[in-house]
């Protein structure tokens, strides 16, 4: 028993801690920046960055307990785990709070829980384990898919009901990424992708009308500077305006000027770049580039399926919400509320996401146990 321990031990993936905790580290530091101008408080009396701290805490702890247990038994609990996210998505509209117009989250005394961030990783593990179990190689016909497609709808049409839009959509992508690592035909996801093109005139109708005016803001932000368009083109001058070097920690003017919107949470990303200038931001970028190649190695170098695909699925989450995030701040995207993955203000997401790296880290550990 304890040489089995020294060998888990031995295999422990320090490197994917270590790149957490310094992306988590600068969001720390960037939320105080974003709010110290409207708190008026010290590093460590700032209740948003006391906050953070806490669930950072509560995250490690979690993703701690997760790297103890062999993720091979969780694929057995898989559909568990994804119907016990479930239930808290339909518990949203029964007893969920409203916040900033939508009901996404749950009050639990001191603090709140965002089911739609646990959805996230909940789908992942259940694809992984239908896959793995019912493909035990690659060329995955559309007949074969139907049942995953199922376990998509389900939670993205509850999250689409919240409303929200962008939360669906990275929950869509990231289901079609572990489609496709699973071995879905190209053939099938260029038709997919055309019937998806076909259905945008359908669904432009049933959009709300602030969603609409998001899609339109995009196209052209001139068109509503001072209501739609303000948000990204303040945060368009703040990314410009910190240039190469940035103008210095807390010493951002739109940010201390109050004209970057949601600067703690969507627009962090540009917080930061206007303090940290273009070098900033590439370091930043290379701290997440670092933990997407490391986990597509770790998931490369799985010994199951199950394993891999788990990985994969982990890895388009923190992937696909950078590229989100950066490209709605930097006007390349609409404007659809995704969060930078540890780095934005969060409970939920930041831990959600830590338990995310554990089970990256579980699987690194027990590749040598087969």
């Given amino acids: 028993m304890r040489q089995f321990d020294r060998r888990l031990a031995y295999h422990f993936d ?16 960037t939320i105080y920046s974003a709010t110290e101008a409207r708190v008026h408080t010290g590093f460590t009396s700032n209740p948003l960055v006391i906050r953070q701290a806490f669930y950072a805490g509560v995250g490690f702890v979690a993703m701690i307990l997760v790297v103890l247990v062999d993720y091979r038994r969780l694929e057995r609990y898989a559909y568990v785990v994804y119907a016990g996210a479930l239930v808290l998505l339909l518990a949203v509209p029964l007893v969920g709070s409203v916040g900033n ?9 001191p603090v709140s829980i965002q089911p739609s961030e646990m959805v996230k990783v909940a789908l992942v593990i259940a694809l992984a384990r239908y896959f793995h179990r019912s493909q035990s190689t690659g060329d995955v016909r559309l007949v074969d898919a139907i049942p995953a497609f199922v376990l998509l709808a389900i939670p993205a049409a509850l999250v689409l009901a919240q409303p929200d839009l962008g939360t669906m ?13 699973a071995g879905l035909r ?23 009308p602030y969603q609409q005016q ?8 001139e068109m509503d500077p001072l209501g739609a368009g303000y948000h990204v083109i303040q945060s368009k001058i703040a990314i410009g305006s910190g240039m190469f070097w940035g103008k210095g920690y807390l010493h951002g ?27 900033g931001a590439i370091v930043l970028l290379g701290l997440y580039a670092a933990l997407v190649l490391r986990g597509l190695m770790v ?8 394993g891999a695909l788990l990985t994969f699925g982990v890895v388009a989450i923190v992937f696909w919400q950078v590229v989100i995030n950066v490209g709605m701040t930097s006007g390349i995207l609409p404007v659809v509320g995704i969060t930078l993955p540890f780095f934005s203000y969060g409970g939920s997401s930041l831990t959600t996401m830590m338990i995310a790296v554990g089970l990256m880290i579980n699987v690194n550990m027990r590749r040598f146990l087969f």
């Avoid at 998001?214 to 932000?221: D, E, L």
């Fill in 14 to 29: 320090w490197s994917l801690v270590f790149l957490t905790l310094a992306i988590i580290a600068g969001g720390l530091a």
């Fill in 101 to 109: 117009g939508a009901r996404r989250w749950i009050d639990l005394g």
């Fill in 169 to 181: 959509g990275v929950i869509a992508i990231v289901a079609f990424s572990v489609l496709f690592c």
């Fill in 186 to 208: 190209l053939r099938v996801i260029f038709v997919l992708a055309a019937i998806a093109g076909a259905a945008v005139p359908l669904l432009w109708g049933h959009l709300k």
């Fill in 214 to 221: 998001r899609v339109m803001t995009f196209i052209s932000p």
């Fill in 253 to 279: 003017t739109q940010n201390k000027l109050n004209f970057i919107p949601e600067q703690h949470t969507d627009f962090i990303f540009s917080v930061f770049a206007e303090e940290w200038g273009y070098m």
């Fill in 299 to 306: 998931a490369y170098r799985a010994k199951d399926r199950f």
